[in-house]
């Protein structure tokens, strides 16, 4: 059965018309495409063009490969590799290889090898490129994703301490769960520059696991806010028990990034419908300061779910941005409820204002109406 589900998913990637190479791959020499071996998925190129372009002082950038683990040998002598190979040990997800051009400026052939243990992300953009720096490449694959468990986790926090008996505990719940379970997921991608030394399939399905909670959580808290039918809830609700379960007890990467992949439809159906839903609220209100800001929450959601859901059906070639959009919606997500509940309070103090007025008057007619009756009962005596 778990067969019969990767082949489904193998399928619907070359129905989408990606490519596991690029079309021109330059100076380098595929030595052996893309096979599975013990389990694991294996790419071997050879460059022995590389001095000319690869000079001291820059860096030669490798692909991305999702859960990959790059090996480079400078005349058959390992000099650089970026994880454990068996995948026992877990690893940064998304990572990509670089190494310094110092380390290469005297080799005359140079071999890379790239395996990954899924086969449904053995797959890359582009061949290896010369950069001026390996900053930016490193900031992107892992340093943000760090920043953005450490963000999202704080703005748990806050959402506790200003909703707390202001709105329902429910909302709080999912709000903070959300927040919590996408920090997780953050974290966990970086799981190795965390001191993590669990298995890769064993931080991989952790993290898969708490993405899922996390956008279920957002999804139902914008559900109990009227931004969403019950026919595309319940359908997303299907659809993400029944990937949970594959997820959790799959067997392999695949099974596991089967499972993973079958809510994704339905979250996109969901964000949309948000979307949607915040700007036909938008022209409903004049787009006040609470609209604009749930816009722009809204936004971060489905702009990040979209690059992600692109990204992982290997349509586009860019950074996961779900941990870092999902830092900016809830930041503005509780702006906006924070601005709705000012003007509820607003409203309230208002409306006490209004009826402790009255009942000034009212106290006021009923002095001046026993004064005049006192007056009159005198006035008879």
């Known amino acids: 059965m778990q067969d019969f589900l990767v082949s489904i998913l193998l399928g619907f990637w070359t129905v989408l018309g990606v490519q596991n190479l690029p079309i021109d791959t ?12 013990g389990g694991n998925w294996i790419l071997k190129a050879r460059n022995n063009n590389l001095k000319s372009s690869c000079s001291p002082g820059k860096y030669l950038v490798f692909p991305q490969v999702t859960h990959g ?65 390996r900053s930016a490449f490193f900031f992107q694959d892992v340093i943000i994703n760090i920043v953005a468990a450490g963000c999202l986790l704080i703005l748990a926090l806050i959402s506790v301490f200003i909703f707390r008996s202001r709105v329902r505990s429910s909302d709080i719940a999912s709000l903070t ?49 009227k931004f969403l039918g019950k026919i595309e809830f319940y359908s997303f609700s299907c659809a993400f028990f029944i990937g949970e379960l594959l997820i959790i007890f799959g067997g392999s990467a695949d099974v596991v990034q089967v499972g993973t ?42 702009a990040a779910g979209c690059n992600d859901l692109l990204h992982i059906l290997g349509l586009i070639d860019t950074n996961m941005l779900m941990p870092v959009g999902s830092g900016f919606g809830v930041f503005f997500l509780a702006a906006s409820v924070n601005q709705d509940i000012e003007k509820t309070y607003l409203e309230r103090d208002d409306l006490v204002s209004n009826l402790q007025t009255k009942q000034d008057i009212m106290a006021c007619w009923v002095r001046i109406t026993n004064t005049e009756n006192k007056s009159f009962q005198n006035h008879r005596n």
Request: charged share 15%.
């Open 26 to 37: 330059g100076d380098w020499n595929i030595e052996s495409r893309w096979s599975g071996a």
């Open 177 to 225: 769960t959300g927040s919590v379970a996408l920090a997780v997921y953050a974290a966990l991608t970086c799981g190795n520059y965390l001191g993590l030394n669990w298995s890769m399939l064993t931080i991989h399905k952790i993290a898969d696991v708490s993405v899922w909670i996390g956008s279920f959580a957002y999804i139902y808290f914008f559900r109990n806010f």
């Open 69 to 133: 683990i790059h090996k480079v040998y400078a005349d058959r002598k390992l000099i650089y590799t970026s994880g454990d190979g068996t995948f026992q040990t877990t690893s940064a997800f998304y990572e990509r290889g670089v190494v310094a051009c110092e380390f290469l400026a005297e080799a005359k052939d140079i071999t890379w090898t790239v395996q990954t243990y899924s086969q449904y992300f053995a797959r890359i953009k582009y061949m290896p490129t010369v950069a001026s720096s």
């Open 261 to 302: 992949t079958i809510p994704i439809p339905f979250a996109f159906i969901c964000i949309m419908s948000f979307l949607i839903r915040a700007v036909m609220d938008g022209f409903h209100a004049g787009f006040n300061k609470n609209s604009i800001l749930g816009i722009i929450s809204i936004t971060s959601f489905v």
